[in-house]
């Protein structure tokens, strides 16, 4: 870092600060200075430590090789806050000066006003899709940008009136992008959002899980937690206008794995306790229960409908095998064939164009991909999958999302402080099929939610 300050660049700061505050807002003119006197020798276009660069907001925002340096309206959790205030301490941990009190308080007024452009504008307000990463033991929410793949923005669940223990687990998201829904299991709720963030409404659930939602945004439907000893044989139905709840009977205990039929008349269910699957027709009151075959214990965890309707995916804990399901009679789902992946399959997922299905394997940390049409199985591996477990498919197909919850400590923080957890969103490349980014967020990330193709 180089101490040296022009005259000019202080002016400049002064300037740009003072026209931000006439505004209302801290615009970046009022942190331009100090990081381009203090920081832009190792991070600016000659020399990009890291691939970070802060002689722009466009190159700041971007955020390094690894992820975001700063989060809008979270300095606690920006890392460019956190490095330069301590217990890091940065650039003293590579032979600078520390940043002065007056400056780190700047760069944290900044963030905390939304880390705003000279005209004001947010970071990734006009974003596209965004992805949503539930942080099990941080009660947050990491909302991840899928274009510059860096966590965009943090919802606090505590902040909202919610506990630490609130459990945020699966998310389900609008085909408009406009809503979102998040279940939490310590606190029995089913929350909905807007795109802004903002809590619209509440369902109460017991011990809430995976959840479905129609392709028409309503209404949708909810499992139970793995976690739940003996929940009630029941799932849910919730009318996402009203937030109401309806129950429906499936007659088996533990009703984890949940999905929808393509033109949504269907809702299907699996147990953890017993080898049957449901298939409902909620209008009709109609269930069929099919048995997996096998004889041995499947536990399936999770599925993934085809993108034509026609097949569903199940993933199975413990035979650790991918079943594939013919839905041409949708009460009576027909095996149409097994695969063996091993390791605990978790959550499956299908790319858009229906020919392969990327499953996280929570026991061997790796991501299995099925071909379809062939059947052949390849392996994903890198340090950034440590306990896969939530899977999500960018819209366009380009990327596979996978949570790492990494509760035994295996991937190490890039950074690290003293009792922080970390997990990972592992960014896997669908045209290359290797992992292009690992992007760190809270502890024990679960699911993971996104619109879906269309």
Known sequence: MNRSRSLSAALAAALLATASAAAGQVGFGYVRGSLQAECASCHGAALAEGGLRVDSWEALIRGSSFGEAVIPFDPGHSLMIRLVSGPLEHPADVGGEPLTAGEVSRLRDWVADGARDGAGRVPFDGSRDFLYAA??????????????????????????????????????????????????????????????????????????????????????????????????????????????????????????????????????????????????????????????????????????????????????????????????????????????????????????????????????????????????????????????????????????YVTGTNTRGAYPSRYVEEGRAVGTVVVIDTTRGEVVKVIEVEANPTGLGIRAPG
């Open 135 to 400: 942080n099990q033991d941080a009660a947050v929410v990491s909302v991840i940008d899928t274009e510059a793949n860096v966590v965009a923005r943090h919802v606090h669940l505590e902040e909202l009136g919610f506990g630490p223990n609130a459990k945020p687990h699966h998310i389900a998201v609008a085909p408009d992008g406009e809503r979102w829904y998040l279940s939490l299991i310590g606190a029995n709720r089913v929350l909905k959002f807007d795109r802004q963030n903002r809590l619209l409404g509440q369902a109460a659930f017991e011990v809430p899980g995976m959840l479905a939602l129609h392709d028409s945004g309503d209404p949708l439907y909810v499992g139970r937690s793995m976690s739940a000893v003996d929940p009630p044989q029941r799932i849910g139905r919730i009318d996402t206008g009203s937030m109401t709840v309806e129950e429906l009977d499936v007659f088996f205990p533990r009703p984890h794995a949940l999905s929808l039929s393509g033109d949504g008349r269907y809702v299907y269910s699996a147990s953890l306790g017993t080898n049957q699957i449901a298939a409902i027709e909620p209008e009709s009151e109609q269930i069929e229960l099919t048995t997996i075959e096998g004889g041995r214990p499947h536990a399936p965890v999770q599925f993934s409908l085809a993108p034509d309707g026609a097949t569903l995916v199940a993933a199975t804990q413990l035979s650790g095998l991918l079943l594939t399901y013919d839905l041409g009679a949708p009460l009576r789902p027909e095996l149409i064939a097994s695969v063996e992946v091993g390791g605990q399959p978790w959550h499956p997922v299908h790319t858009p164009d229906g020919a392969s299905v990327y499953v996280g394997n929570k026991n061997a940390n790796t991501v299995t991909v099925l071909d379809r049409a062939s059947g052949h199985v390849r392996t994903v591996r890198h340090p950034g999958l440590a306990q896969p477990h939530g899977s999500a498919v960018r819209p366009d197909g380009r990327y596979v």
